[in-house]
Every structure is written in structure tokens, then in C-alpha cells.
């Protein structure tokens, strides 16, 4: 994984893996939380963002060797925002699904025991965006926090 940028702008690119996402994750935290996020909203960003990226890994990439997840990150006095960038399949019908809960009123077996990322990725952000760009999937997560 490499990193550039300065504490309030910076970038994190790794090669496409679920230890990838591990690492990204972890550096992810440890930049916010030297920046000052509170730990509310780093927990709420790892949350969030570990959805998105285990995402590309299993879906955008498909176990697809050598490619790489980019993660930009932005942190402005309200507002932190993360634009993760991808040259895997794009979402569906180029749209971001929209991640609601099932019916819980039948046998709790019936549960599905996966398909909850997306309704947890729209419960924690302010905001999502996606786009399908010269190739590249473009996804955005905004949050709002306090600090810095």
C-alpha cells in the first residue's frame, strides 16, 4: 500500500485484496485520528468504508489479481469525504443500489446472513454518490463530523 498527501488531503492505494482493505482501513483510522476525528466518526468511516471496499474486492474485481483500489480522502472542519476510485465491473444498471432492510417478521432463519451493506453504508454518510467514469467506478461517501 503507498500513501501521499498532507493530513487534510490524502490518498491510499493498495492492490485489490481482503488484506488490502485491512490495511487501508487501519491507515485510514490511524490518519483520522492524528487529524482529530473523534472516535465516533472514525468507527462510523471504517464501518462505511470497509462495506465499500470489501465491495470492489468480492463484486468490481470478482478475486481479479493486481488491481488497484485508490482512496482519497478529504478532511474539511464539518465535513470528511472519501472518493474510492476502481477499474472493475461497474454496480448494476450504473446505480447504487438501494441497501434496504429485509422483512423481519418471518423465521429468523429465513434471514439473509449478507446484503446489509449498503443499508449500513446509507445509514452512517451524510451522503453517496457513483459514477462510472472513462473506465473507473467513482464512489463517494461524505460524513459530517466535529473536530479539527
Known sequence: ??????????????????????????????RL????????TCG????????ALNNIVEHAYA??????????V???????????RDGGAPLPDLCLPQGGLPDPSGPRNDLP??????FLIRALTERVTYERRDGMNHLTLEFLHSGA
Open 1 to 30: 500500500m503507498t500513501a501521499d498527501g498532507d493530513p487534510q488531503e490524502f490518498t491510499l492505494i493498495a492492490v485489490a485484496s481482503e488484506l488490502a482493505v485491512r490495511d487501508i482501513l487501519l491507515a485510514l483510522r490511524s
Open 33 to 40: 485520528s492524528a487529524h482529530g476525528v473523534s472516535d465516533d
Open 44 to 51: 462510523s468511516v471504517e464501518l462505511a468504508m470497509a462495506e
Open 63 to 72: 478475486g481479479e489479481q493486481s488491481r488497484d483500489i485508490r482512496l482519497s
Open 74 to 84: 478529504s478532511i474539511k472542519p464539518e465535513r470528511l469525504c472519501c472518493h474510492v
Open 113 to 118: 446472513e449478507g446484503g446489509f451493506g449498503w
